[in-house]
């Protein structure tokens, strides 16, 4: 074969594959890479729904109310303690006694105690004054020139405590309630126990009682494992409030 045939022919053969290669990248299915599917959110678990209040104790003076199916009772002071109890602790105390339940109750639970009058508005009778109406000498307890506002206006009102005395109330903020008591024959002005839930008071009688909450003039309970103080008995002596155990 003349070398001129043979040189042509390679010509066309490496033509030929160029040709071919060219193709194949042409045709050739581009690579795709998979995406990951985004992860779903799992949904929030729910809170639990907190177990209704029901009467944990009961007796004639006390009743304890808190989530049911727990367990609770009351120890008075001088009794002896009850037999141990897995998961049991004191969840409140005072000087009269204290309540001895499953620590799950801590913070969760309400003591009322039944409100009786230790002491009756008759037993401290008051006459009813009969003296000039004098207004309020602030000079007699420099404290009380803070609200001369609140004790001028209040003392022009009728006589309402112990026959010639007007106690004048006054809101201190959120459940808070500060008095004076101004003697409408002197016109001196005296302190009164601050409360926080009011006053009760007839104007025939020398008692007061302080923080017994009211509704529409009775109340049978009072919560005892509270902010608020327990009702309180005083006897008004003529220079001060004197408090009745």
Known sequence: MPAAYQATLSILAALCAGVLLGCESKNTTPTITPTTAPTATPPRPRPPVPAPNATLYKDSTYELTG?????ATIVRKGQPDPPP????????QNEALYVLGDTALRGEFELTQRFTYRHAFADFPASPGRGPHRRPDFTT????????????EGAKEPANFA?????VT???????????????????????????????????SRLLITDHLTDEGYSSTFVVNSMYPAPTFYLWTGKQFRKLE
């Open 67 to 71: 989530p049911a199916q727990h367990y």
């Open 170 to 204: 006054w809101g201190c903020g959120s459940s808070c309630q500060m008095s004076a008591l101004v003697d409408q024959h002197t016109g001196r002005i005296y302190d009164v126990p601050e409360t926080a839930l009011g006053l009760e008071y007839r104007l025939n």
């Open 141 to 152: 307890n420099p404290q009380a020139r803070l609200y001369i506002t609140r004790i001028t």
């Open 85 to 92: 109890r897995p998961g049991a602790a004191i969840l409140f």
């Open 163 to 167: 026959g010639h005395y007007r106690l």
